[in-house]
């Protein structure tokens, strides 16, 4: 999978995570392309800080999905709202669409 891949199907996830808060539209798999391209690659790119950092970022970004998950399924859609419309869900993501861009740089 190439790295434009996974920032689109990481764009792709947060859209689907936001419309299944909203509306209650099915989910899809959890932000897995991501995580299963940081797995594939773990072998050749660990030694870089910048993929250390993308792993750190990726798993913050999950556990505040979580939150949010865990909200719903508590039957509180409007707090769940709140946090996906927060500027923290906003700095999470571009914190992992930018880790994404200096992994790519310091792997070539």
Known sequence: MRINDIVLAHAKYKLSLRNFVETGSELQVPDEDLLFWLQDNKHSLSHLPAFKHLEKEHEAFCSYVSAVLT?????????????????????????IVSSIAVLERAAK
């Open 71 to 95: 909200l719903v399924d508590a039957g509180q859609r409007s707090q769940a709202r709140e946090l996906i419309k927060s500027e923290m869900f906003v700095l999470l993501s571009e914190e």
